[in-house]
């Protein structure tokens, strides 16, 4: 089972901690020598998913959106960033150089191409950009992969 990732960054510290658990608990519904995650590995959820599944026994695949991506990261993401990019079974590029909104999008629209599932951490809001969350959930949805969204009821950004 291939389940990708899409989700806000920069969660509030509870929000952040209750969406760790959601994603620890989700990744118990599978089994984990079956289980790929596929994720962009920005900070937050991206992360927290691809470790927990890694965690799990199960395996990693990256999509990396732009060759200038990594750099358009915080900079205390980078280390997380470099290791999990050692760890994953595969790497899907977009070809694309600069890390626009576009290339996020194009990036995310491979990410869903590669899954059997995602999952969305999603207030269920618009998106506040071109290739936010709710995007990818519309893409997702507009090519017939199920997305299963994960948000505290009582959270906000």
């Not at 992360?47 to 358009?72: F, H, Q």
């Not at 915080?74 to 890390?99: Q, V």
């Not at 999603?122 to 959930?137: E, F, N, Q």
């Amino acid at each position: 089972m291939r389940v990708g990732i899409t989700g806000h960054r920069g969660l509030p510290p509870a929000v952040a901690n209750q969406v760790r658990t959601l994603l620890r608990d989700h990744a118990a519904t599978y089994d984990a020598r079956h289980l790929v995650a596929v994720s962009c590995i920005a900070d937050g959820p991206d992360t927290w998913w691809a470790k927990e599944v890694l965690s799990a026994g199960g395996r990693i695949e990256v999509v990396v959106p732009a060759a200038e991506y990594r750099d358009g990261l915080p900079e205390w993401h980078h280390p997380d960033y470099d290791d999990l990019m050692k760890r994953a079974s595969d790497i899907h590029t977009t070809g694309l150089d600069k890390s626009t909104s576009e290339a996020h999008q194009a990036g995310s629209e491979i990410l869903v191409g590669l899954c059997d599932r995602l999952i969305a951490v999603w207030d269920g809001l618009p998106a506040r950009g071109y290739g936010g969350t709710a995007d990818v959930v519309s893409y997702a949805e507009q090519v017939g992969v199920p997305v299963t969204v994960l948000w505290p009821d009582w959270a906000v950004r």
